[in-house]
């Protein structure tokens, strides 16, 4: 059976191996907190194969993986990529990925509605058409593209589109020879359908006591094995599934860059020239629908509909409304309100009341955790749930007085260095005796404002650390 090695085993020091059929085919879970190697592994297996010749697609939320694209023979999506799917057909790019071409979906360069579009017709076509060699679609951050109901997402309320089509995968890709690997920081925030199709998981470390639970129940681990994966090593992960001879810890390696049917055998095979695939995919098709066409039909139904108004029949136009919300306008850099910053709301009693309780229930966190091993685990369980939640709360309340923080800081800054290129551009005027006096009664006065915002910039980045 053809196999690829994803590290290291931390007890015998031997290669770890990965089945391909049970991962190219599989449900594959890869779950970590920030900095502890979720995209390194994904990347780690996506070379693997790729080197191996094994077809995969990146659908790529936050434009991290385009560079494999350096290394490997594969597409880049993107509008600045090899091939941009709004003026081409998503259902084709399905059609040439499973005969065997690989590619990279950089969705960090589309608007989110074209984004979910995009995708949406790449799942539907792969589920509908199936891989006979098997087809690995890999998801890096599935919280963005699936996302628990009421969890945040970068496409926002058009994640319901992805969310849909990504649950559908999982559960009726296998037979079609479609897999799928995903991964997340946030188990808790991920759909609940999806996690718990996942049968193969690579479990890096996980610290949040929701994240534990979303993995002890979903995933199916138990609470002997999360808390030993909340002490886990950057780089180590726990591995365990169909697609592994035995459950192990791993030190993931370096990077260059089925029921109700029989599950495909998947197997390598060459690809069709690149620059053909990219010739076929900008073709217009006569009956595919692209996003961009789709769009222009919704247009015209949409005008269709409307009224026709005779000329004896003219309606008044309507007034526009008033928005009964006002956005806070930033403050002029010339203005007399710069010289209001830092606003004094930002150290009223209130804030420092916050930052005092939110400071507080960091250093709760971290004597619990320090006092783990004396606990009782339901309680120590129960105790981090709670300050977690306090904290979270806390950190909300805070965040409008981060924001107006910031915001002085950047004003100030740039109240600063518009004072420098005024003197600047003033110095190097050639007047008049008399003119040049007053230019440097000027340079003299700017040089003062410059002092003063400097001493009002430090007070605003004090006070931004302190919120923090």
Avoid: C
């Avoid at 969705?107 to 509605?113: A, F, I, R, T, V």
């Avoid at 300050?387 to 309340?397: A, C, G, N, T």
């Amino acid at each position: 059976m053809d196999t690829i090695v994803l590290g290291t085993d931390v007890e015998s020091g031997d290669d770890f191996l990965l089945k391909i059929p049970d991962l190219v085919t599989g449900r594959t879970a890869v779950i970590a907190k920030t900095g502890y190697g979720k995209s390194w592994t994904i990347r780690r297996i996506v070379e693997q194969l790729l080197e191996k010749g094994y077809p995969v697609g990146v659908i790529d939320p936050e434009g991290e993986h385009s560079s494999l694209a350096e290394v490997f023979d594969l597409l880049v999506i993107a509008p600045d990529g090899d091939v941009d799917l709004t003026k081409a057909s998503p259902k084709r790019l399905a059609q040439v990925a499973v005969k065997g071409v690989s590619f990279v979906l950089d969705l960090s360069k589309y608007d989110p509605e074209v984004a979910s579009d995009l995708v949406a017709s790449i799942l539907e076509e792969l589920v509908k058409i199936g891989s006979e060699g098997g087809f690995l679609v890999v998801v890096d951050e599935a919280k963005e593209l699936a996302p628990e109901r009421g969890a945040g997402s970068t496409l926002g309320k058009h994640a319901s589109l992805t969310v849909t089509w990504l649950n559908t995968l999982a559960t009726r890709g296998r037979k079609k020879g479609i897999g799928l690997l995903f991964s997340t920081q946030r188990p808790q925030l991920v759909s609940k359908t999806l996690l718990s199709q996942a049968e193969n998981k690579i479990v890096l470390r996980v610290e949040y006591s929701r994240d534990i639970s979303a993995i002890v129940e979903y995933l199916g681990l138990s609470r002997e094995m999360a808390r030993k994966i909340s002490k886990l090593e950057r780089g180590v992960a726990y591995v365990e599934g169909p697609f592994a001879e035995r459950p192990a810890f791993v030190k993931i390696g370096g990077v260059r860059s089925a029921h109700l049917g029989s599950t495909p055998s998947p197997k390598p095979r060459p690809p069709p020239s690149l620059k053909e695939v990219v010739r076929f995919l900008s073709v217009r098709p006569e009956v595919d629908i692209t996003v961009e066409s789709k769009r222009k039909e919704l247009k015209e139904e949409k005008s269709l509909r409307k009224v026709k108004v005779s000329k004896k029949e003219k309606v008044p136009p309507k007034r526009p409304q008033k928005r009964i919300v006002r956005a806070r306008k930033r403050v002029a850099i010339r203005s007399s309100e710069v010289w209001s910053l830092p606003p004094a709301r930002l150290n009223s009693k209130i804030v420092r009341d916050l930052v005092a309780k939110r400071d507080e229930m960091r250093e709760l966190l971290k004597t619990l955790e320090s006092r783990e091993d004396a606990m009782d685990e339901a309680v120590y369980d129960l105790l981090r749930e709670e300050y977690e939640k306090e904290l979270s709360r806390l950190e909300e309340d805070l965040e409008p007085y981060r924001r107006d923080a910031l915001e002085a800081v950047l004003v100030l800054e740039a109240a600063i260095e518009d004072r420098r290129n005024l003197i600047e551009t003033l110095s190097s005027k050639k007047t008049n005796p008399l003119r040049k006096l007053l230019v440097r009664w000027r340079i003299w006065r700017l040089r003062s404002e410059i002092k003063s915002l400097e001493k009002k910039l430090k007070k605003a980045r004090e006070i931004q650390r302190k919120l923090e």
